[in-house]
């Protein structure tokens, strides 16, 4: 048993290095413009970043650094005023109503900040919503919702409404719910944003895990310094602009210096 | 959908965008029923102002159901009683109209009915931006959104709508025994009664819908970013 993980890692890996060169996430020129009253702000100033499949990227910034907007645009969520956003080497504006809903369903799995685990519905009734939507039948939907609810550790509080979760477990559903039809890409905006320093870790960990033994691209954006240790590459944004781009290697050189920077 | 049809959609999944998603009427059935009960309180109250209005509406026919069946029993005795009661027949006349007084009365009350509903149901979306949001995001599409608002407002209204035309017709009938006796019950056909309590059923589902109509278009059209920037 304790080998098992390490043989999917090691799958993992090899998928990896495989398709190192695809890239999942295209982004060119992206701008976007906010109209506040008579005043037009420029929250993204003309972005252009790569990711390649199968990496967890934390997307770094300060609040108000547009690094939400971006976030958005990535998850086909927002249009962006110009510039275009590739995903899986399709332009995200080219697509209708049907395709994008099918791309929010099947390619890309959302986690957020305020959990947004829909309240009525049981964490089972969560997860299995989207695997609904994707047309699977109701049994092969529930047996695949509880292997993902103990996935996450939660097999035994699968009849629970959030209000009877606690903020982790809620997360933990909503991670579950977020690889519900396998997704290409989980896009993480501030996951540990709401939780305290223990949960927070347990939720990144989860999420290395599962971008590792699942070769999921996983795209947070965070200020949590404890993303940093587990991405393999960090996106910088500064005022609307890509600041820079760090790869694993270099950030563990320069670790010391980013805890002085802020 | 059988599991070859499954395997198919994943074969080709990979790669390119398609376009199904699907949201099975059962399943909506299912979602919709349990929205109304997690929020019973409130879509009772929701449904409080219809069921008052379809009974008023149900109460004023089945009265006039009871006096057209008190005249076409053809006994002067109950004509004189209808007349000293208010009724303003004529001596020629077989059959007692609404008066339009009273159809006033009954129109403005079903309007006011209509907007409660729309105030109410708008309400009742500016409380769920957040999980119409989390849907979009899932992947629902408007008319997703759109059946599952209209499917829960359908189920309140025909509740509402049965017990109010029930209620109204009891209490007219009870009327009718306090003012008229025994003699007007068993003059009244049942047919006609049945019709109005018919009819009043089906108003009252009709404006439930016509009522959340807007409330669900503006759900439906909701982008999903300005669903998750709403603070609650």
Redesign the interface.
């Given at each position: 048993m304790p080998f098992a993980p390490c043989l999917m890692k090691c799958e993992a890996l090899k998928v990896l290095s495989m398709e190192e060169k695809a890239n999942i996430v295209r982004v060119t020129g992206v701008t976007k413009t906010f109209k506040l009253g008579k005043i037009n702000v420029e929250a993204l100033k003309g972005i252009d970043l790569v990711i390649s499949k199968g990496n967890y990227i934390s997307i770094m910034g300060p609040s108000g650094s547009g690094k939400s907007t971006l976030f958005?645009m990535i998850?086909g969520?927002?249009k962006p005023t110009s510039g275009k956003v590739y995903i899986?080497e399709?332009d995200i504006a080219q697509?209708d109503?049907?395709?994008l809903?099918?791309?929010?369903?099947?390619?890309i799995g959302?986690i957020?900040q305020?959990f947004?685990?829909?309240?009525?519905?049981t964490a089972l009734e969560n997860v299995t919503?989207?695997m609904?939507?994707?047309?699977?039948?109701?049994d092969?939907a529930v047996d695949k919702g509880m292997q993902l609810l103990e996935l996450v550790g939660l097999g035994d509080r699968y009849s629970h409404k959030p209000f009877e979760l606690s903020g982790g477990q809620q997360q933990r559903v909503a991670i579950a719910?977020a690889l519900a039809n396998d997704p290409?890409i989980i896009l993480a905006d501030e996951p540990t944003g709401n939780l305290d320093l223990t949960t927070g870790e347990e939720c990144i960990a989860l999420l290395k895990r599962l971008s590792q033994e699942r070769g999921v691209t996983v795209i947070s954006a965070t200020h949590d310094f404890k993303m940093l240790n587990v991405s393999d590459q960090v996106v910088w944004i500064r005022d609307g602009r890509v600041d820079k781009i760090e790869d694993r290697e270099e950030l563990s050189i320069s670790i010391g210096q980013i805890g002085s920077r802020e | 959908m059988n599991e070859k049809a499954i395997l198919d959609d994943i074969s080709n999944g990979s790669g390119h965008i398609q376009r199904q998603v699907r949201l099975p009427f059962l399943k909506s059935l299912e979602i919709s029923v349990k929205s109304i009960r997690v929020r019973f309180f409130r879509s009772l109250i929701t449904t409080m102002s219809l069921v008052l209005a379809v009974s008023f509406l149900s109460f004023v026919n089945v009265g006039n159901d009871v006096a057209n069946g008190m005249l076409a029993a053809g006994d002067p005795d109950l004509r004189a009683t209808l007349i000293r009661s208010g009724y303003d027949i004529g001596p020629a006349e077989t059959s007692v109209g609404s008066s339009a007084k009273q159809r006033w009365i009954v129109i403005l009350s079903l309007l006011v009915c209509v907007v409660g509903i729309v105030n109410a149901q708008l309400m009742a979306v500016t409380e769920r931006f957040r999980e119409i949001g989390t849907m979009k995001c899932l992947g629902a599409l408007d008319r997703f959104v759109l059946r599952l608002f209209i499917l829960e407002a359908g189920i309140q209204g025909l509740a509402g709508a049965c017990a109010g035309a029930l209620i109204g017709a009891v209490f007219s009938l009870i009327n009718a025994w306090l003012r008229f006796g025994t003699a007007a019950l068993s003059a009244v056909s049942l047919m006609s009664i049945l019709e109005s309590v018919a009819i009043a059923t089906g108003v009252g589902v009709f404006l439930s819908l016509l009522g959340v109509l807007y409330p669900a278009l503006v759900a439906a059209r909701m982008q999903p970013v300005e669903a998750m920037r709403i603070e609650q």
């Open positions: 958005n998850g969520l927002d899986d399709v697509l109503a049907y395709e809903a099918w791309l929010r369903c099947r390619k959302y957020f305020t947004n685990i829909i309240q009525v519905m919503l989207p609904v939507f994707a047309g699977m039948n109701n092969a719910r290409a | -």
